[in-house]
């Protein structure tokens, strides 16, 4: 969340960077709302000087064996409108609260303006497009010509946008799981956790999933199943204080996640890219805010890594204002090429929250020079998600008679070279 004392001192630095986004919310009744909540705090202030003052008097009267009755009525008089003035602060802070926790971050200045993902800027591509001598088939079109995908069965046992991995292609996607995170914890330093899979109220609220996209969640019981691991694993330090010394903290965790895609009728229907449960290997970094822009380019590298050692042909690509996401301030998409369709698909996000996410979680730091704490910046990114890079596999490997050669950074993992028709 954006801190109110900046909102209010840049409003207008807000506003445009609101406007760039293309949200569309009415500040000045925050600022309203915030200005009637310092009224009430400083008459709030005011009084409570008072009532000390008549502390001190009563407390001397008594000594002096003086008649306190006047004084003690007007000190319950003036208590009670304390008490008054406590609850219409508490109601305002809410009401201010509520109005900041639905305003996104701001974009970081380098972000190209932009209205949407038209406007995004490709910053590098890596490795060459495979040529095929036959028609390449779609990821789903291969993977069910193998019998390693199972679409219709997963619909069968839970619905639409679920699918069921057989032989090979359960390995494959194990493959991939280990191979990422060995590389991450291997190559890349990071440490691996395994946190849960359903989390509480207050920590999709602290990385900024709630209170704006509740509808884009699945709920059980009080709790939320995860939409990706960035959540457990950013909140393991929420209301916490970290040492400046071991800056950046390097984490990385397997995790299914879990969405519903509200927003999404219509649109990837088939195949692997937009399921409502998947798996995923995610990177999380807590950073000092000196360097958390290094930060971003480190752990945008670590997560290409992974695409080289499998010889994935993609791009990266910088998101504009318009298509950035609630909390980032900065993000680069890499995009893998998906030769059938001839197009490039999302394989990991990674962006740089600044002190966004952390003032919301109450994460901060202690400076190994002057001792002080303040908050960190928070990043993460996907390294990758799991499903889609299994998709890239299928179809970037695809061999003219419906097989597929399995990358040789994951043949110790398979222990195949090719994934035949029997699995």
Known sequence: MLDMKIIRQNIDIVKNALKNRGSVMDLDELLEADA????????ADE???????FSTRI?????????LEKEKSEMRSISERIKTLDEQIREADEAVNRFVLEIPNIPHESVPVGKDEQDNQVVRTWGDKPEFSFAPKDHWDVGEGLSILDFKRAAKITGARFTVNWGAGARLERALINF?????????????????????RESMTATGQLPKFEEDLFATDGYFLIPTAEVPVTNLYRSETLQGEDLPLKLVAYTPCFRREAGSYGKDTRGLIRQHQFNKVELVRFADPVRSFTD????????EDILKKLGLHYRVVALCTGDLGFSSAKTYDLEAWMPAQGVYREISSCSNFLDFQARRGQIRYRSPESKKTDYCHTLNGSGLAVGRTLAAVLENYQQPDGSVEVPEALRPYMKLDLIGPIG
């Open 296 to 303: 971003l380019e480190e752990l945008t590298s670590d997560a």
């Open 36 to 43: 009637r909540r310092r009224t009430l705090i400083q008459e």
């Open 180 to 200: 990422m995170l060995d590389v991450h914890t291997c190559e890349h330093g990071y440490t691996e956790v395994l946190p849960p899979f359903m989390v509480n």
């Open 47 to 53: 009084f409570k000087a008072r009532r000390n003052q």
């Open 59 to 67: 407390a001397k009267a008594r000594t002096e064996g003086l008649d």
